[in-house]
């Protein structure tokens, strides 16, 4: 499955909108459904629009009534590892656990594993109402 997530991301990031920044950006998770969601960062003429691709594949999990997420792997376009942004931490945390896996690859074949807990400790959360 990791490896499914890690093409799926790196073919994702291929679509990626990035006119502005050039730094085009994949996602790809694995639901609690047993899919693969995958994203791409979406840039806007007005910059404060545009969306991360994790917050793409997270929409799109949604979307298709998944809940939460099993694991999630973020394709960078440099050698360098692209961590989560702060508000992605966030948004992945909504819909994974502490000890939910968080892999970063590079166009190279790198890459380093983490998890939700580490990038967000002590993150905001309410238990949600039906
Ligand atoms: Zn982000």
Known sequence: MLEKL?????????????P?????????LEANDGNVYFGCN???????????????AIGTMIAQGASAIKQIVIASPTETFCYPC??????IAEFAEAST???MITP????????VGELLPEGFTLTPQD
Request: positive net charge; aromatic residues 8%; proline residues 4%.
């Open 86 to 91: 702060g508000g992605c931490r966030q948004k």
């Open 108 to 115: 190279e074949g790198n890459s380093t594993e983490t998890t």
């Open 6 to 18: 890690k093409s799926a991301a790196l073919n994702a990031q291929k679509n990626a909108y990035a």
């Open 20 to 28: 502005y920044s050039k730094f085009r950006v994949g996602a790809a």
């Open 101 to 103: 896996p968080v892999v």
């Open 42 to 56: 979406v840039e806007n003429a007005a910059y404060p629009l545009g969306q991360c691709a994790e917050a793409t």
